[in-house]
Every structure is written in structure tokens, then in C-alpha cells.
């Protein structure tokens, strides 16, 4: 079984900072390319951001600058650092495996920006 577990979603103001955690179980994490998408209000969802086996990340321009993924390998979750919190951030935000073994998904954890 797959299963990738969101935490860490919150109420935060504007400029504020928060830290969401995907952990990971029913994969070999550490060859997998994981990535965070989120769902806003009203909009499609979009890719936030990726990080590969080694370690490389790519960002939307929307978040570059503000949002760093990271990973843990030994923990077996990969981390999203969000920073200078804008209140378009909110969303309902979502852990995404590539595979192998197939496309899986988290059932996400809302973010949620006042101003």
C-alpha cells in the first residue's frame, strides 16, 4: 500500500511562515521524485514544486524564493518551507509521488492565509 500523510496545514497572517510534512510509506522513498500541488479557491490546481532522488528542486514562479522543499530520506517525508505567506497561497495543499510504482497522491492539508 501507498500511502503519502499531509500535516502541518494551518491559519497563519500574512508574512507568516509554515512548515507542512508529507510522510511517506509503501514506497522506497528514496529513489522516488516527490512533489507538492496545490488547489486554491476557484482555480485549478498547480504544481508548487518538485524534489528528485538527488535532491533537485524546481519551483512555480509563483513560490520561488518563498517556498523550499526538502526531503528526509531516513524519515521517509518530504517537507514544504513556506515563507512571506501571501494570502493567494491559500490552498489546500497536496503530496504527489511520481512513482514508481504509480502516480499516488496525499489527501492534502489546508493552507489558509489571512490578511
Known amino acids: 500500500q501507498v500511502q503519502l500523510v499531509e500535516s502541518g496545514g494551518d491559519l497563519v497572517q500574512a508574512g507568516g511562515s509554515l512548515r507542512l510534512s508529507c510522510a511517506a510509506s509503501g514506497i522506497i522513498f528514496r529513489l522516488n521524485t516527490m512533489g507538492w500541488y496545490r488547489r486554491a479557491p476557484g482555480k485549478q490546481r498547480e504544481l508548487v514544486g518538485t524534489?528528485?532522488?538527488?535532491?533537485?528542486?524546481n519551483y512555480a514562479d509563483s513560490v520561488k524564493g518563498r517556498f523550499t522543499i526538502s526531503r528526509d530520506n531516513a524519515k521517509n517525508t518530504v517537507y514544504l518551507q513556506m515563507n512571506s505567506l501571501k494570502p493567494e497561497d491559500t490552498a489546500v495543499y497536496y503530496c504527489h509521488n511520481f512513482g514508481p510504482p504509480f502516480s499516488s497522491w496525499g489527501q492534502g492539508t489546508q493552507v489558509t492565509v489571512s490578511s
Open positions: 524534489i528528485t532522488s538527488d535532491g533537485s528542486t
